[in-house]
Each structure stands twice: as C-alpha cells, then as structure tokens.
C-alpha cells in the first residue's frame, strides 16, 4: 500500500511515495488473558488495562470481543494490531453470512484461520504483536486453543498468555477439572486473576468476566477483586536478597 506525501523542498512541492507500515514495535499493550472450558462452555478473563511502555496509561481497554454466534476472542499485545485483527474477523464473518447457507463458522475454523494470518505476517517480517486466545461452543462441543504472534497454535482444557503463562497455569493445572460450574470457574479465574495482580506490574484491579454458552457470549460489566495486601513478604520484598540495595 502507498500514499502520496507533500515535500517542500523550497522552490517547489514534490511527491514522494512512501510506504505504509504496520507495527514495528508494541506501545500500547495488554497483558494476561486466562482462559478455562467449564461443563457449559469457556470462561474468559482479562482486565482492562493498557500499558504505553511502563507508564499504566489507560484503564477501560476491552480485550476480550464476541466473534459470529459461536466464538470469543481474547488478545494480549498491541492494542492496534488487535482492532486490525478484529476488522480482518468482521469481514470473515460479513462474507460468511452473505452465503446464508444456514451454517456458520465455529471456533476451530475461526482458529485456524487466525493461525494462517499470524504465519502468514510472520513469514512477511511484519507481525501482528498479539497473542490470541480462542474460545468457542458450537454443536454441543467446546473448543479452546491460542495462537502466538508467529503463528504457534494449540489446544488445551486451560490457556494463559504473558505473565499468565507462568503464574496462573500452575493453578489451573491444580485446580482445574472438567465439570467445573459456572461458580467454581469464575472463582478459578478470579484467584489466577489476583496473583497475577500480585505479580505483574501491568495487571490493574480492573476485570471483566466472558462466558461462551450454546445460548451465546456473555461479557461482565468491569469489575475489582479484593484484595489482601499486608503479607510480610510484600513490606520487604527485597529482604534477604544477595546484592539488593
């Protein structure tokens, strides 16, 4: 793609052709997304934070979006390179819905086709700088998968993205089963939630809750977890530390 730019060099105005560029590097990002299939279907959290460098700039960023009748889309990452996934994904599903066939993608399809558009920008050298988390019922049947920002993708019964990764899998892999209630779940998810408070200094008090059913996408109102602070640990965290200051 190109645009044309005005260049006065003095005497007179030249064109130059440039060319258009995506995100070379993330500045507004999102952090964890953390995910689990309960007995109806997946649970999906995230808070609603977005992070300019280390500077926690804004607090009321929605990460976690419906897709058609079947799907629910979490992402961590570029703020921007998300809304550009999620115009790709509106028109995916406007062009399935002018067939009106009566079928409609579900969420392995839709997974599949993110893999093949983060690969596919991967393989440009020009990456979308999420990672996707999937979540879906259709036919009775739930599917949870991710996708990194080079095209890695798997399936599982829990997912976690960031910092999640590392703190909230552990849990899961504990706590996790699959006839979890609705309740147990959204109580799984809010105690990953609040270590990850704990621990990663882009997590703010902030959270919405999503659920996938074969009725459809149910996303919380924002919402804060309480929170317990007074733990010695947090009075010194640097106590004992080898070469701490």
């Known amino acids: 793609m190109t645009f044309t730019v005005p260049i006065d060099n003095g005497d007179s105005v030249r064109i130059a052709e440039e060319e258009s560029q995506r995100t070379l590097y993330p500045y507004v990002t999102g952090t964890?997304?953390?995910?689990?299939?309960?007995?109806?279907?997946?649970?999906?959290?995230?808070?609603?934070?977005?992070?300019?460098?280390?500077?926690?700039?804004?607090?009321?960023?929605?990460?976690?979006?419906?897709?058609?009748?079947?799907?629910?889309?979490?992402?961590?990452?570029?703020?921007?390179?998300?809304?550009?996934?999620?115009?790709?994904?509106?028109?995916?599903t406007l062009n399935d819905n002018m067939w009106d066939d009566g079928n409609s993608l579900g969420p392995k399809e839709i997974h599949n086709y993110l893999t093949r558009v983060m690969y596919n920008r991967r393989n440009k050298l020009n990456p979308l700088w999420n990672t996707l988390v999937l979540g879906g019922?259709?036919?009775?049947?739930?599917?949870?998968?991710?996708?990194?920002?080079?095209?890695?993708?798997?399936?599982?019964?829990?997912?976690?993205?960031?910092?999640?990764?590392?703190?909230?899998?552990?849990?899961?892999?504990?706590?996790?089963?699959?006839?979890?209630?609705?309740?147990?779940?959204v109580k799984l998810l809010e105690k990953c939630m609040r270590v990850l408070l704990y621990r990663d200094r882009s997590a703010i008090n902030k959270l919405q809750i999503a659920k996938i059913t074969e009725e459809g996408v149910t996303v919380s109102q924002p919402y804060s977890l309480k929170t317990f602070w007074e733990f010695s640990s947090f009075h010194n965290p640097t106590a004992g530390a080898e070469g701490s200051w």
């Open 137 to 185: 019922v259709k036919n009775g049947k739930s599917y949870l998968g991710m996708v990194s920002m080079i095209g890695v993708s798997f399936e599982d019964d829990h997912v976690a993205t960031g910092f999640g990764n590392h703190l909230a899998r552990p849990i899961l892999r504990d706590e996790w089963h699959a006839d979890l209630s609705f309740e147990d779940g």
């Open 32 to 92: 964890s997304i953390v995910a689990i299939k309960y007995k109806d279907g997946v649970l999906m959290a995230s808070d609603m934070g977005g992070s300019y460098g280390s500077t926690l700039r804004y607090k009321n960023i929605e990460r976690v979006k419906a897709i058609g009748k079947h799907s629910l889309l979490g992402a961590s990452g570029e703020i921007s390179d998300f809304q550009e996934i999620l115009r790709y994904l509106d028109e995916l």
